[in-house]
């Protein structure tokens, strides 16, 4: 396995993320991987079905304006592809982009808000991690505690916007917003 310190830092959130979006584990993505995910996220937060058509509608987008674009042929793309089509559009487009992926997150996060205060804490996090790829717990309480900027034992609003535009533009390993699903 290559040394982390000489891959490029987004390139390494890159690869993590498609490792959580491919859901068969057959090392490429297609439309059904993305369609996978909410399906996922439905059957550990159930009885959601409205946060979970935003999250659907939200992956479609994804997958429809900033990845298809790149796929070769086969209607899949492998890692190397997947992020060629991100830094593509961070690159072409990168409000359109971000704005696609915060409704991402934010529709992953909301599903988490099981007592609708509008804050996830610790726990509501913890199920993400259920839903999304089950990590050890301990590296997830360390992710909250990154992306946690005030220290008070939630994610609000403007720390989870900022997380999601650290985690798919920023190329420095120490910006907390890296670890928005996890270790990278």
Not at 2 to 14: C, E, F, G, N
Not at 46 to 69: V, Y
Not at 88 to 108: D, I, M, N, Q, Y
Request: proline share 5%.
């Amino acid at each position: 396995m290559p040394d982390t310190a000489v891959i490029p830092v987004l390139t390494r959130k890159m690869r993590s993320m498609f490792a959580l979006l491919d859901a068969d584990r057959d090392g490429f993505l297609c439309a059904d991987d993305l369609t996978a995910v909410a399906d996922r996220m439905d059957a550990v937060f159930p009885g959601q079905a409205a946060r979970i058509g935003t999250l659907r509608s939200t992956l479609h987008e994804l997958w429809q304006d900033h990845l298809a674009p790149t796929v070769a042929g086969a209607g899949r793309l492998d890692v190397e592809a997947f992020e060629l089509g991100i830094r593509r559009s961070v690159s072409v487009s990168p409000v359109t982009l971000l704005e696609t992926l915060h409704e991402g997150a934010c529709a992953w996060l909301s599903l988490c808000d099981t007592d609708g205060n509008g804050l996830i804490d610790l726990e509501e996090y913890q199920r993400l991690n259920q839903a999304i790829g089950g990590l050890p717990a301990q590296q997830m309480e360390e992710s909250f505690r990154r992306l946690d900027r005030d220290g008070d034992g939630t994610l609000d609003p403007a720390e989870i916007d900022a997380a999601v535009v650290e985690f798919f533009t920023s190329e420095d390993p120490e910006a907390p917003g890296n670890w928005l699903y996890g270790p990278f």
